[in-house]
């Protein structure tokens, strides 16, 4: 891993475990997204300024006008998604520094995740290896076109905004899949699709703030 910093690595397991407890007693209920969120070392993917900071649940910028997710939101995404089922064969889009895609490797079968920044997928793939997940893949993308090659997808998470659903994502699904995303501008809501055999529902749940969705890649 990493080598420690300023200390944090003396301490991370003590203020993972606050974390973990903050996120209990902000709702999130299933132990098994909270054994993921509380396996993952956060604080290997952020900068060495910021590593003190890595268990707070707040969003930090991770450089090219990028942000790591708060811990909540992951969190909430991911038990949204896992919620009476497994996660199975999961497309991440927008892997940024690849905190997300490393808890979710916790808990899906394997991991697509896919980062249209070159410099930060290059981030990303540089903090994974320290932690050794087998059953995650990282591509250089477009992630509004999804990832047609690997699919169908049983799970499939968005870490940036749309202002509708892109066009591609829903027939990538499984039957039996879900989609989550979120919504919206400058107010965003998490919108949940699934697929079932005679369709797709779609239903709105949380206020966030995400960065917006990008097409292209650079």
Not at 124 to 141: G, M
Request: glycine content about 8%; charged content about 25%.
């Amino acid at each position: 891993m990493k080598p420690e910093l300023s200390g944090i690595g003396m301490t991370s397991q003590r203020t993972r475990g606050r974390m973990i407890e903050r996120l209990r007693e902000d709702g999130i209920r299933d132990e098994r997204v909270l054994a993921a969120m509380a396996a993952v070392p956060r604080h290997i993917f952020v900068e060495e300024a910021l590593a003190s900071r890595a268990y707070e649940d707040t969003a930090l910028p991770i450089g090219l006008k990028q942000t790591i997710s708060q811990p909540f939101v992951v969190a909430r995404m991911i038990e949204l998604l896992a919620a009476g089922r497994e996660l199975g064969k999961t497309l991440e889009i927008g892997a940024g520094c690849g905190y997300q895609a490393a808890v979710l490797a916790q808990l899906a079968k394997d991991v697509y995740a896919v980062e249209r920044i070159a410099q930060l997928l290059d981030k990303a793939r540089a903090n994974l290896r320290h932690l050794r997940l087998p059953n995650v893949r990282l591509k250089h993308a477009d992630g509004s076109l999804g990832l047609a090659d690997a699919a169908p997808f049983d799970t499939i998470i968005v870490a940036a905004a749309a202002m509708r659903v892109p066009e591609a994502l829903p027939g990538q699904l499984a039957v039996g899949g879900r989609l989550i995303l979120p919504l919206g501008g400058a107010d965003q809501t998490l919108c949940l699709i699934e697929r079932n055999s005679r369709g797709f529902t779609e239903t709105r749940l949380d206020a966030v703030r995400f960065v917006p969705l990008v097409a292209g890649v650079e």
